[in-house]
């Protein structure tokens, strides 16, 4: 709660405003059962027509001014839940964008994602509701007892009677729910991720014909989701029938109760009349309560799930100076005997979802074995090996066993406008040391420099300004194949289309009628893979970077076409420092230097000519692909 109030603070005096305007307005619903007591026991039998149009006017001026008061509460409370909660999802963002590999691994994007739209909606209903029903109810309900212990406490005992039974049944069943809606909002990150898997995937779902063992994976959580919130929503169910039991008990007493006394002339019959209006209103009180003790539950679960985001302390924050390490070598990019292994932080994300024990480890499990947020930053679709030893080691030592390491002693130098060629197996380590490169994620030994500066001591957004990347499977935006390039940047019209035509990409943009305004539909679905590649070498190409990492980006293109974007990278690109991950031979061949991987190690060095002579693992990869040594 402090975290929502941190946000509130700002907008104390409106909150202030609102609630003194609610308050007004709950009093004036207060009195009306009251004037109409004083009207039919005191004015009516006094039979002045006058006096009680009078009296019937102050009634309609006093439901005027109730009415305008709770609308302006109710929409001054909308305002401020409105501002707050932009502000809380604004922070959310920056922060799930800011956030590095590691700490993306904790929290998962599927987690991140319902962070920011059903957790936040959480918050928004209870700033909305504590600011308007927050007040009435309790009003409501002392308000009511109040003015009925002034007219007959004989009656009005009754009332006392019930309303602590109320209180206490509805409070405890509320505590039972509290903790409920904790595990409904795990199990929504849960479905948001099988969502979001099938939509991304659902080409290979198809082609694999896995329709039935996905709706099963579906099926299973869906249930889960249904069971936990069904037993959430059971819980808290249970006081609406008890208050109305208690409520047409309640009013039965009083008509009984006080008809006797009318009859003995202990109480007139107006009271009666105002008792049974108070008596729904004490018990729209309760009502009311009740439900703010829900929503508080919900957004107490949403506000942690949040905080745990947006209280993340940044991971990846420029070194002092004297802290970062330094060199006296001249090349441009330098991996001195650098290792690392994923899943180290300390950080977890369980405890902020108040979720232990077996539960919490399968679904962490989950999200780090098969979605590997990192991963995601760059490959939003998921397209990497996430089966057998990558998934599997990363699960280990999530669990906090024994960590394999990913990348051990990787050690080599890139001159400025060098080229390097990264070949090897799947998950042998490639794409990390792009990671650590640019910093999304810290080695554990060793250092990176570019440009003589330890890479930890850059600005975040100065390193990555040098960068043009793209990842494997990167995004395409639904936006214009313009914009899809620029990307944000100030790119001029002359400068996307030579990124276009050193991208091989100009041709077939140009081929369309609407030329660089086209538009691509969601990630790209509208273009062939070797179009989407190609786009996204543009991308990369257009704000003339000073290094350029192509990791596995032309897997799609034909031989020719491959080839003609390399020639066209040397030519018009010669400043550029160069990195290629690729599997294919002919792809790195050309390069300066490149580099053998094997589980994470480099076990050959050099040129192609070199590693044919030195490098076993490479000559067997080029027999295979090119037929001959
Ligand atoms: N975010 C992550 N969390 C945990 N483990 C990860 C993560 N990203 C990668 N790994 C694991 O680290 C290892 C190296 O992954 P990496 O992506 O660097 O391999 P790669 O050589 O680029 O593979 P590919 O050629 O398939 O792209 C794999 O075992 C992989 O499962």
New binding site residues.
């Given amino acids: 709660m402090k975290f929502i109030f941190s946000y509130l603070k700002k907008y104390r005096f409106m909150i202030a405003l609102g609630m003194f305007i609610k308050l007004s307005g709950t009093v004036g619903e207060l009195l009306l059962p009251y004037v109409l007591e004083h009207l039919v026991d005191d004015v009516a039998p006094e039979q002045n027509v006058r006096l009680v149009f009078a009296w019937g006017a102050v009634m309609l001026l006093l439901v005027v001014f109730v009415r305008q008061a709770n609308v302006k509460a109710n929409r001054m409370a909308i305002r401020v839940a409105k501002s707050s909660i932009y502000e809380i999802r604004r922070d959310l963002f920056w922060k799930s964008v800011n956030l590095s590999?590691e700490q993306l691994?904790e929290f998962g994007l599927p987690s991140l994602n319902s962070r920011m739209t059903s957790d936040s909606y959480n918050l928004q209903s209870f700033i909305q509701s504590s600011q308007t029903m927050g007040i009435r109810a309790p009003i409501m309900l002392i308000g009511g007892i109040f003015i009925t212990l002034t007219m007959d406490v004989g009656l009005a005992s009754i009332l006392c009677i019930m309303a602590p039974i109320l209180i206490v049944a509805v409070v405890c069943v509320s505590m039972k729910g509290i903790p409920l809606y904790g595990r409904v909002q795990k199990s929504v990150d849960d479905i948001v991720r099988i969502m979001r898997e099938n939509i991304t995937g659902i080409r290979v779902v198809k082609a694999l014909s896995k329709e039935d063992y996905e709706m099963r994976r579906f099926e299973e959580a869906n249930s889960e989701m249904a069971r936990r919130d069904i037993k959430a929503g059971i819980v808290m169910a249970l006081p609406g029938p008890i208050m109305t039991f208690m409520l047409n008990v309640g009013l039965t007493i009083v008509v009984i109760v006080g008809a006797y006394r009318v009859n003995g002339g202990v109480t007139q019959p107006g009271v009666i009349l105002a008792f049974l209006t108070y008596f729904n209103m004490i018990l729209m009180g309760v009502m009311g309560l009740n439900r703010i003790f829900m929503l508080m539950s919900k957004a107490n679960a949403s506000a942690h799930r949040i905080a745990a985001v947006v209280q993340t302390e940044d991971e990846l924050t420029p070194v002092p100076a004297k802290e970062a390490a330094v060199t006296d070598r001249d090349e441009y990019i330098i991996f001195e005997h650098v290792g690392f292994s994923?899943?180290k932080s300390e950080h977890s994300g369980m405890e902020e979802d108040g979720i232990t024990g077996e539960e919490s480890i399968g679904e962490k499990k989950d999200s780090?074995g098969e979605e590997?947020?990192?991963?995601e930053k760059n490959d939003a679709s998921g397209g990497?090996?996430t089966s057998g030893?990558?998934?599997g080691?990363?699960r280990d030592?999530f669990d906090g066993l024994e960590r394999q390491k990913?990348l051990e002693d990787i050690d080599f130098a890139i001159k400025r406008g060098g080229t390097l060629g990264i070949i090897?197996a799947?998950?042998?380590?490639?794409?990390?040391?792009i990671?650590l490169l640019m910093r999304f994620y810290d080695a554990d030994a060793g250092n990176i420099f570019i440009g003589g500066k330890d890479v930890r001591a850059y600005d975040k957004d100065e390193l990555h300004q040098l960068f043009g990347v793209v990842f494997?499977n990167d995004v395409i935006f639904a936006d214009s194949l313009k914009e899809n390039i620029s990307f944000g940047r100030d790119v001029t019209g002359k400068e996307l289309e030579e990124a276009a035509e050193d991208a091989m990409a100009k041709e077939f943009i140009e081929d369309y009628e609407d030329t660089y305004d086209h538009r691509a539909v969601v990630r790209g679905a509208n273009l062939s893979g070797g179009q989407r590649q190609r786009v996204l070498i543009a991308r990369a190409l257009a704000a003339a970077p000073q290094i350029l990492v192509l990791?596995?980006s032309s897997s799609a293109l034909d031989y020719r076409t491959d080839a003609a974007l390399r020639r066209a990278i040397r030519e018009h690109h010669a400043d550029t420092t160069t990195i290629i991950?690729a599997?294919r031979v002919s792809s790195i061949m050309g390069l300066d230097d490149i580099i053998m991987?094997d589980e994470g190690k480099i076990i050959g060095h050099g040129t192609h000519e070199e590693l044919l002579e030195s490098c076993a693992m490479y000559q067997e990869i080029y027999r295979t692909q090119m037929g001959s040594v």
């Avoid at 590997?372 to 991963?375: E, S």
């Fill in positions: 590999g691994d994923y899943g780090s590997r947020a990192g991963k990497k090996d030893k990558g998934s080691s990363s030592r990913c090897g799947t998950g042998c380590g490639k794409t990390t040391i990671n494997q990791d596995d991950i599997q991987l």
